[in-house]
């Protein structure tokens, strides 16, 4: 088993119209509109209706951030957009009850299995801007996953 440090947290930056098939097509399906990864960026991905979809497992390396993935568990709930305003679309912590439970539950299971790993926001992984050493919150160059999942997530 590879060593997890980290359990990121992601949103899909989509609608929550798509489910977690229409995610991992997007990943790793060929041709036009399509990342053509040889894996999917999440281990898991949790749909609007709180159903978890377990992508790719564990034991393997996901696309989840760059430069992090060889020590990460990459979770991502649909959504994160707010598409009833003009384009650029945007962000917004648009979970669902359903989601926000269903990544209590996982992530409660991950932390019992990774006691050790912290979890983080995609954003929190931003590069370090400055050059200081210091990722500075104003630095960040993501909003995913939309909130604050480290505050959000510090009981667990």
């Known amino acids: 088993m590879r060593k997890i440090e980290k359990i990121v947290v ?51 390396i996901s696309n989840g951030v760059k430069g992090h993935n060889s020590t990460i568990i990459n979770v991502a709930w ?12 945007p962000s917004v912590d648009n979970r669902t009850p359903e989601q926000k439970a269903a990544l209590v539950k996982l992530l409660t299971e991950l932390k019992t299995e990774f006691p050790v790993a912290q979890i983080v926001g995609h954003r929190d992984l931003s590069p370090d801007l400055n050059g200081n050493g210091v990722i500075d919150p104003w630095e960040r160059i993501k909003d995913c996953p939309c909130f604050d999942a480290i505050l959000e997530y510090a009981g667990l």
């Open 10 to 60: 992601h949103c899909t930056a989509g609608s929550q119209k798509q489910s977690a098939t229409d995610i991992i097509r997007y990943h790793t399906g060929k041709g036009k509109n399509c990342l053509g990864w040889s894996a999917p960026g999440y281990h898991f991905i949790v749909e609007p209706s709180g159903k978890i979809v377990n992508t790719w497992p564990v034991e393997k």
């Open 78 to 89: 649909i959504g994160g957009l707010d598409l009833s305003k003009p384009m650029p679309y």
